[in-house]
Nanobody
């Protein structure tokens, strides 16, 4: 059973920093694209940053220059370093991963979501 577990959220003042982590647990054949999304109250979930299977890293315009996404393949962990945080960054942050597994004699590829971690930035 594949599971994504996020950590690192919390309450921080504007201008501060946080580092989010997302660990992939379970048996996997490959971890393909990975990304961070966020959802603020009353708003739709939006992409913050992602590392695709092929191609370059992408960021939402609102976080460019402030957030950095990275991945440690050996630890099956995705990170999001968030600097110069603003009150408008307040949201629940979710990790998403496209993962290939082998079970019951066949391969399957699907997306998985973590449970989310709350980030609150006070002004």
């Amino acid at each position: 059973q594949v599971q994504l577990v996020e950590s690192g959220g919390g309450l921080v003042q504007a201008g501060g920093s946080l580092r989010l982590s997302c660990v992939v647990f379970g048996s996997t054949v490959s971890i393909n694209a990975m990304g961070w999304y966020r959802q603020a109250p009353g708003k739709q979930r939006e992409l913050v940053a992602d590392i695709p299977t092929y191609g370059g890293i992408s960021y939402a315009e609102s976080v460019k220059g402030r957030f950095t996404i990275s991945k440690d393949n050996g630890k099956n962990t995705l990170y999001l370093q968030m600097n110069s945080l603003k009150p408008e960054d307040t949201a629940v942050y979710y990790c998403n991963a496209d993962i290939t597994s082998y079970r019951g004699g066949s391969y399957s590829t699907r997306g998985y979501w973590g449970q989310g971690t709350q980030v609150t930035v006070s002004s």
